[in-house]
């Protein structure tokens, strides 16, 4: 008996251990002050930031894409400008931490200025607000006009996914 109870034991400790491990790997969280900041700053939820973060870079801040989409966030060069200067920021460096969260928060809140739905919003991160409205309009993947009832390209189809399957234990973390 004493030695299954030292099995069950052991048992208990290994799969705690397990999930602290697989926890820390899948689902990391740094940069939560800035987070927070940003998006309270900016009005997005912190949980929805994050999971950004997760999906883009993995809370790597130096993460170049094979597109050139730079930093935590993975913003372009021209979205991270346009950005900076509709906040008045002259000079940034676009893999400081805070500069990245703050640029990429705020990109987020203009997308939900311009669409209302979260899926559209992330669709749009991804695939460019262009890309977006042309879907709008065409009833194969719009019957509203303001949300997508399908997203043409399977990359964006799956990040959409990927965010808001992050999003469901991130904003739990908030």
Same mark, same amino acid.
């Given at each position: 008996m004493k030695k299954f109870y030292t099995i069950f034991l052991l048992s208990i400790v290994f799969f705690i251990c397990g999930s602290i491990v697989f926890r820390?790997?899948?689902?990391?969280?740094?940069?939560? =002050?800035?987070?927070?900041?940003? !998006?309270?700053?900016? =009005?997005? =939820?912190?949980?929805?930031?994050? !999971?950004?973060?997760r999906v883009e870079s993995s809370f790597d801040p130096y993460t170049v894409s094979n597109k050139n989409a730079k930093g935590l966030m993975q913003l372009l060069t021209t979205t991270a400008d346009d950005m900076a200067q509709r906040l008045n920021i002259v000079e940034y460096d676009i893999f400081d931490v805070k500069t990245n969260i703050e640029l990429g928060t705020y990109y987020l809140s203009y997308l939900f200025e311009i669409f209302d739905d979260q899926n559209t919003v992330l669709a749009s991160y991804n695939a460019g607000m262009g890309n977006v409205k042309n879907w709008l309009a065409d009833t194969r993947y719009s019957t509203d006009g303001k949300t997508l009832k399908v997203i043409p390209f399977s990359e964006t189809k799956e990040y959409v996914k990927k965010v808001n399957k992050f999003f469901e234990y991130y904003k739990l973390q908030f």
């Open positions: 820390y790997y899948y689902y990391p969280l740094k940069y939560e =002050d800035e987070i927070v900041y940003f !998006s309270k700053k900016y =009005d997005v =939820d912190p949980g929805l930031v994050a !999971s950004v973060i």
